[in-house]
């Protein structure tokens, strides 16, 4: 069973940083091209970034090309999401998973919560 477990949410000011990480477990890590995604308060989940499975490749949705950057750490079976110049509109619950154009969907984890405000 693959266990997704997001972390490393929390407040921030406008313009700050925070790092994200996923830990999967019960999964070859290395085999799976993977994505961040997130769900804001009455939204639907919408992706935001993916890396392809070893790292050299990235995509990013307009609203966080340029701020964000996902990243990988194999031998560790960890995916990153460093996120700066945060915006108001990037708070949201923050979940990883497959990437997007894979029909396979792990369960979703817990998720961690972003939130930007001044």
């Known amino acids: 069973q693959v266990v997704l477990v997001e972390s490393g949410g929390g407040s921030a000011q406008p313009g700050g940083s925070l790092r994200l990480s996923c830990a999967v477990s019960g999964v070859s890590f290395s085999s799976y091209a993977l994505g961040w995604y997130r769900q804001a308060p009455g939204e639907q989940r919408e992706f935001i970034a993916e890396i392809n499975s070893n790292g050299d490749m990235t995509y990013y949705a307009d609203s966080v090309k340029y701020r964000f950057t996902i990243s990988r750490q194999n031998a560790e079976n960890k995916l990153y999401l460093q996120m700066n110049s945060l915006k108001p509109e990037d708070t949201a619950i923050y979940y990883c998973?497959?990437?997007?154009?894979?029909?396979?969907?792990?369960?979703w984890g817990q998720g961690t919560q972003v939130t930007v405000s001044s």
């Open positions: 998973n497959t990437n997007s154009a894979n029909e396979l969907r792990w369960n």
